[in-house]
């Protein structure tokens, strides 16, 4: 995508995460608490962004960290997508839970976008339209601290495959589509797999 439209794709993310938040407790029962940008729109500007991750949004939700492991959807990420439209953006949307780092081995340097008490962060919307996204980015955690960082996402990961592997066994043939938990389990082993390979790097 043209870069001016990977810049409005980011103002429409603030803009939904908004629309969204500002729905009645209880129409959607996940809480977004704030959306964090990374990946090509925060380097230097160029002509084009890679439709695939170009925009990467991290959200940052109320779901206890084994429900929101690396690679997999936290309950309610369904209905919370649906209402904001953003599963038909190009962006690629992770889940991170809150009081953890946002960043990790894949989400490097994410600048805060939107939170849902303070609205839109101003100051990186006018960074990113004036191409300098770059200069928001915080400095890269030393590699200690990363390591002990996807050690504990690790934990947490491995706890989301026994729980998916449990859940696609138990109702594996109950009446319905066993895809949405099949689904589920291939997320959860991929993030798994993903954080292995990280550590091993």
Do not use: Y
Not at 17 to 45: D, K
Not at 72 to 91: D, E, H
Not at 117 to 142: F, H, I, K, S, T
């Amino acid at each position: 995508m043209r870069w001016a439209t990977a810049v409005r794709t980011a103002e429409h993310v603030a803009e939904r995460c908004a629309h969204v938040a500002a729905q009645p407790p209880g129409i959607v029962r996940l809480r977004v608490l704030e959306a964090w940008l990374w990946g090509p729109l925060l380097g230097p500007p160029a002509e084009e962004v890679p439709d695939d991750g170009g925009v990467g949004v991290a959200l940052v939700c109320d779901a206890d960290p084994v429900e929101c492991a690396w690679g997999t959807a936290p309950p309610g990420a369904g209905q919370w997508l649906a209402a904001s439209g953003l599963a038909k953006r190009p962006v690629r949307l992770v889940f991170r839970p809150a009081g953890r780092p946002v960043g990790n081995h894949a989400v490097t340097g994410p600048v805060r976008l939107w939170t849902v008490d303070g609205g839109p962060e101003a100051g990186v919307l006018e960074a990113l339209r004036a191409g300098e996204g770059a200069g928001l980015r915080p400095p890269r955690p030393a590699p200690e601290v990363l390591r002990a960082q996807l050690e504990q996402e690790l934990v947490a990961s491995l706890a989301a495959v026994r729980r998916a592997s449990g859940d696609f066994a138990a109702h594996r043939w109950a009446p319905g589509s066993p895809l949405a938990r099949a689904d589920a389990l291939a997320a959860a082993v991929a993030g798994h797999l993903e954080l292995l390979d990280a550590l091993g790097r």
